[in-house]
T-cell receptor, first 116, second 115 residues
Framework: NAGVTQTPKFQVLKTGQSMTLQCAQD?????MSWYRQDPGMGLRLIHY???????DQGEVPNGYNVSRSTTEDFPLRLLSAAPSQTSVYFC???????????????FGPGTRLLVL | AQSVSQHNHHVILSEAASLELGCNYS??????LFWYVQYPGQHLQLLLK??????LVKGIKGFEAEFIKSKFSFNLRKPSVQWSDTAEYFC?????????????FGTGTRLKVLA
């Protein structure tokens, strides 16, 4: 049981380049989400998904796209990277059904992204 | 909109000192409260959580937190910190918003424990 995995661990991009951050979980969790972590701002929700085929925006969705074709995978796409997207990105997953908000959220190890 | 406030952004303590990190939230309904910890270079992991019942909850590594409903607070405490407690601590609320439970995190508190 690997939990939540993310690739790559570190990436450097030039402004305008595109890339996809990969996230996978093997716990059969319905809910998956992406956060960005910036100094002094904590974790901010980018996008989330409550199941395959269902995604929605979080607090800071601009510049990012997501899709959820399977329960296990939830990639985050940067279509045209900007320096403001330099951050650490965390993917997280948790159970959704029946827990009424009590579910622990499990985090991946993070991806450090530097946009020049 | 619901929010979580952590007023201490940076805390420096000596080993064996007592710790209390503040967390206040704004949400009028039923909340589920969490503290997560992020050790240097690692991902976030659960420290403790509160849903209902005894407002004093105990977590891993000697941490505890007290839920005070009247103050909308969920402060984290540890009687005697160790150097290994150096980490960033995040308070979080999971509450129902627009039909879906969403986690809202505070901005975090960086704790440095001096040996």
């Amino acid at each position: 049981n690997a939990g939540v995995t993310q690739t790559p661990k570190f990436q450097v991009l030039k402004t305008g380049q595109s890339m996809t951050l990969q996230c996978a979980q093997d716990m059969n969790h319905e809910y998956m989400s992406w956060y960005r972590q910036d100094p002094g701002m904590g974790l901010r929700l980018i996008h989330y998904s409550v199941g395959a085929g269902i995604t929605d925006q979080g607090e800071v969705p601009n510049g990012y796209n997501v899709s959820r074709s399977t329960t296990e995978d939830f990639p985050l796409r940067l279509l045209s990277a900007a320096p403001s997207q330099t951050s650490v990105y965390f993917c997280a997953s948790r159970r959704l059904a029946g827990g009424r908000g009590k579910e622990t959220q499990y985090f991946g190890p993070g991806t450090r992204l530097l946009v020049l | 909109a619901q929010s979580v406030s952590q007023h201490n952004h940076h805390v420096i303590l000596s080993e064996a000192a007592s710790l209390e990190l503040g967390c206040n939230y704004s949400y009028g309904g039923t909340v589920n409260l969490f503290w997560y910890v992020q050790y240097p270079g690692q991902h976030l992991q659960l420290l403790l959580k509160y849903f209902s019942g005894d407002p004093l909850v105990k977590g891993i590594k000697g941490f505890e937190a007290e839920f005070i409903k009247s103050k909308f607070s969920f402060n984290l405490r540890k009687p005697s910190v160790q150097w290994s407690d150096t980490a960033e601590y995040f308070c979080a609320v999971n509450a129902k918003t627009s039909g879906t439970y969403k986690y809202i995190f505070g901005t975090g508190t960086r704790l440095k424990v001096l040996a």
